[in-house]
């Protein structure tokens, strides 16, 4: 119920947002004439209406006959309604109990989902897709439909059962996601994801927003009642949100501090974050190769857990479930991609500066020796291949062939150009539509405290 509220809240916001982007005079215009009129009319009314203390004053009395509960319960039996409900699949989901949670009381559909392979395949077999019903009065279905957005896809997948007779008929078919904007805010408590989870906003904005701000804001020691509004694209099916693209714009208040930024793409040139005074935000290097992660074990001399000896550990381990994403934290070529002895399999990538990355012990690799490959780019996933005791990433960073801290050569790297003359305008325009978004979410924020 509270996400429905704040996503409807920030619908209305991104509503307000547009319409005063798109038709600034118009509006002025509106309100102006609004005012006019209004001043007109009270203008009449105090000059020409009687005294409001010389009106008559008249009782009138009237019979009521009440309407009994059981009149008003025959009238609502000769009306008919339909149910919408969406749930998401779970791990744990039979037919029963999915068609359960959706509200619908109904044995053949739940038969149906169990014996076809289609449906069974769609709505059962994989955990976080999103099914959604139509359900009469009397708890059959009308429709079940399952949209989820396949491995590397740009669309989606939906898979629609319907009533056909004695039985039901099963539709499948292949969808564009439709691109919108968003906009958001909340109040730091205790943390960022904290905050964003308690404002309905995903994991994957607060992650980026992490990025962003990682070299103007230590995500670690935020201060309560430090804020942030955001703009980011939603990747919608038939209404519903499916994931999430890029952050478009952001605010972010920490310690009294406002620091600002928005994505801007120059013609001809590769895109990227920059201040509002044109300042690049773009550094050389993300500040972590795994999102949602804490650092187990830094760069120092430790007692290795399988030589059982003191050792220099060589570089960072971030402790993060098997199959979690794995990045590259900067543009490069990948230098080696396959097994080494102790590091398992690891993702050796060459960087400017005859700087390079490694991320070790991975249960997969995604890039091959040779390939060009992007900040943010998946890389792999996190394993426990090679001399691990358990799931982590080992990132290492080389100069030269000799290590160095991980933690402390990210911070320190530069990266990114002012925006350049020839874009100036462009990018104003662009900057004066991203503070309207977020004058919008900061504005719902404050509603929502008050």
Do not use: C
């Amino acid at each position: 119920m509270i996400n429905g509220i704040l996503a409807a809240e920030e619908a209305f916001a991104s509503r307000v947002a547009l319409v005063i982007r798109t038709h600034p005079r118009h509006l002025t215009a509106a309100v102006a004439a609004m005012l006019m009129t209004a001043g007109g009319g009270a203008f009449a009314v105090a000059s020409l209406g009687p005294d409001a203390a010389d009106l008559p004053i008249r009782q009138v009395l009237e019979t009521v006959t009440p309407v009994s509960v059981e009149s008003q319960s025959q009238a609502l039996d000769g009306y008919s309604f339909t149910l919408f409900r969406t749930e998401s699949t779970r791990a744990s989901d039979t037919a029963d109990a999915l068609l359960g949670r959706l509200g619908v009381n109904d044995p053949a559909a739940a038969a149906f989902v169990r014996g076809n392979s289609e449906a069974r395949a769609a709505m059962l077999s994989r955990v976080g897709r999103t099914i959604s019903a139509e359900i009469g009065q009397d708890g059959r279905l009308h429709r079940l439909s399952a949209r989820w957005v396949p491995d590397n896809a740009g669309g989606f997948r939906r898979i629609t059962m319907q009533p056909d007779g004695a039985s039901f008929a099963v539709r499948s078919e292949a969808e564009t996601l439709d691109v919108n904007q968003r906009v958001a805010g909340g109040t730091i408590q205790s943390s960022l994801f904290a905050a964003t989870d308690a404002a309905g906003i995903p994991d994957a904005v607060a992650s980026q927003l992490a990025d962003i701000f990682s070299g103007d804001v230590d995500f670690r020691q935020l201060r309560k009642g430090d804020r942030f509004a955001v703009q980011y694209e939603s990747l919608e099916a038939d209404g519903q949100a499916m994931r999430t693209g890029r952050v478009l714009a952001a605010e972010f208040e920490n310690g009294g501090k406002v620091h600002q930024a928005m994505w801007f793409e120059p013609a001809g040139q590769k895109g990227g974050y920059y201040r509002f005074d044109g300042e690049s935000l773009r550094r050389a290097y993300l500040a972590s190769p795994v999102e949602f992660t804490r650092v187990s074990s830094g760069f120092a001399m430790r007692l290795h857990p399988i030589l059982n000896s003191w050792r220099q550990h060589t570089g960072t381990d971030f402790a993060a479930p098997p199959g979690t994403p794995v990045r590259t934290v900067g543009d490069g070529t990948v230098d080696f991609a396959g097994w080494q002895n102790g590091y398992g399999n690891i993702v050796i990538i060459n960087h400017r500066n005859r700087q390079q990355t490694a991320y070790a012990h991975l249960s997969r690799i995604d890039v091959k020796a040779g390939q060009s490959v992007s900040q943010g780019q998946r890389v792999g996933a996190v394993g426990s291949t090679g001399w691990a005791t358990g799931p982590h990433l080992h990132f290492e960073f080389r100069i030269d062939g000799q290590y160095f801290d991980p933690q402390r050569m990210l911070a320190e790297q530069d990266g990114g150009t002012p925006i350049p003359a020839s874009a100036r305008a462009a990018f104003a325009k662009a900057m004066g539509a991203a503070r309207t978004e977020l004058a919008a979410a900061s504005a719902v924020l404050q509603a929502r405290a008050d």
